[in-house]
């Protein structure tokens, strides 16, 4: 096993077929990644207290953090981390306890926080705040410190959810054919 994942309390994270994850990174414990999944550099996705589920052809971008909040007296059931398939999440962004959907775009540096549910077909623009607990609706633009709906998404913009997902799975196929891992 490589040093970039690891078992904690006997979990293994668990990795689909074809998934890259960068010798910088870290996936700790009870984490599953599904089939042609990348993690960049710097990356720390540790689930050594609850439960992370990245769905298929997801990227998770440099220096990003996944999390999650263990159940305890203040939260009795925790918040686990969830991703649907084809989310690109971008450099720096922080997930925390919260449910992604499918085809969704976390820009850089964006923050979702404890239970807030970020619905299927969502950008999330730069720099965006999603509290705790706040529901995004499908087929909109985020943005914002707290996040707010700015406008319904185009159509061009609807079909770039599965463009830069298969752009990124081409892009760690590179990784995997030179090596890199």
Partial sequence: MSQ??????????????????DPSAVVLGDVA???DCSVWPMVVIRGDMHRIRIGQRCSIQDGSV????????????????????????????TLHGCTIGDE??????????????VESQVVLGAGSL???????QSG?????RPAKAI?????KELSYFTYTASNYVKLKNDHIEQNYV
């Fill in 66 to 93: 996944l999390h999650i909040t263990h159940a305890g007296p203040y939260d009795p059931d925790g918040f686990p981390l969830t991703l649907g398939n084809d989310v690109t999440v971008g450099h720096q962004a």
């Fill in 4 to 21: 970039s994942i690891r078992s904690f309390n006997a979990l293994t994270p668990q990795l689909g077929s074809q998934v890259f994850v």
């Fill in 130 to 136: 999603v509290p705790p607990g706040k529901r995004l």
């Fill in 140 to 144: 909109y633009l985020y943005v914002g």
């Fill in 104 to 117: 969704v775009l976390i820009g850089m540096g964006a923050m979702v926080m404890d239970g807030a549910v």
């Fill in 151 to 155: 406008r319904p998404l185009t159509n």
């Fill in 33 to 35: 990644l599904g089939d």
